[in-house]
């Protein structure tokens, strides 16, 4: 039983490693159907096991599972889709041609990668900075919370995909509208966030700042604001994520740019292999920026 249990540890230690040779391994298998460019495909494989070897050895085994269920998904992919050509072959192209788009369209997806993040970055701070200001002075003065509270409760618990339409036909231009939804998007429920943070503050806390005789303004901005900047960091990867799926959504409705009108555009045409390339890309963009955001919650927050 022993014996078994120790087995069973080192080989799901492996089995990433398994499966990757595996999956190198049938690409040079023939198949039913051709795969176009398979070497673009083989270099994104190995990028990807170099980066499992590091975090491996960095972080253990945390990583190990999650790599395990990647390389058998490109397995089945492979297998199901270039191998027997079972899979349909509109709808699930072999994976070396969706990867080949990564190569193909470069200077396509690095243009709309652009112009997704310059409306991201900017509707995300504007809505960030905003409701930490706005959440602040509301928090701080009960009148006003008690006025706002239930205005900004009702609202922020509304979808801002259901109004990302209604934006988008009344605003001047696509790009403002883009920016006033992910604004909005982040805006009320960050707004709410704050004020809930702001009222649970410890009074032994204000009251010793008053003991004192500290300013309103000096409280607010040195006491107030950073026992909410861990809430408020806190909170930063579901606003991304969250703003990201506004700003594709967006671009998939009346978009000129950006990686939502490249998925858009691509589906248009019935080109899924772009498709697929397409939402692939943004799944990698939103994971790094969520990565960056929990990098700077471990280095800038050590104190919370």
Known sequence: MKFLKTFGKFF????PNILFIVLIALMFVSGERKADKPLYFIVAVS???IYFLISRF???DQSTGAFSILYLFLIIWEIGSRITGK????LMPP????????YDDRKVILKGLGSSMYLLVFGLLTGIIVSIILGLIIGWVPRLKNAAFPIVKVISAIPPLIYTPYVISFMPTFKSASIFVIFLGVFWPML????????????????CSHSLNIKPFTMVTRVVFPYCLPSIVGGLPIGISMSFMILTF???LGGD?????????????????RVIAGIIIIGIVVTVVNALVHLLQKRILRWA
Do not use: C
């Not at 899979?87 to 509109?90: D, P, S």
């Not at 709410?192 to 009251?207: A, F, G, K, Y």
């Not at 740019?257 to 292999?273: D, K």
């Open 257 to 273: 740019s950006g990686l939502g009108f490249f998925v858009s555009r691509a589906s248009q045409n019935s080109n899924y292999t």
């Open 95 to 102: 994976p070396e041609n969706v990867f080949a788009v990564f």
């Open 47 to 49: 990028a990807m096991h």
């Open 58 to 60: 960095r972080h253990k």
């Open 12 to 15: 799901l230690k492996i089995l």
């Open 192 to 207: 709410m966030s704050i004020i809930n943070r702001v009222s649970e503050i410890d009074p032994t806390l204000i009251q």
């Open 87 to 90: 899979a349909n072959a509109i």
């Open 250 to 252: 967006a671009e998939l």
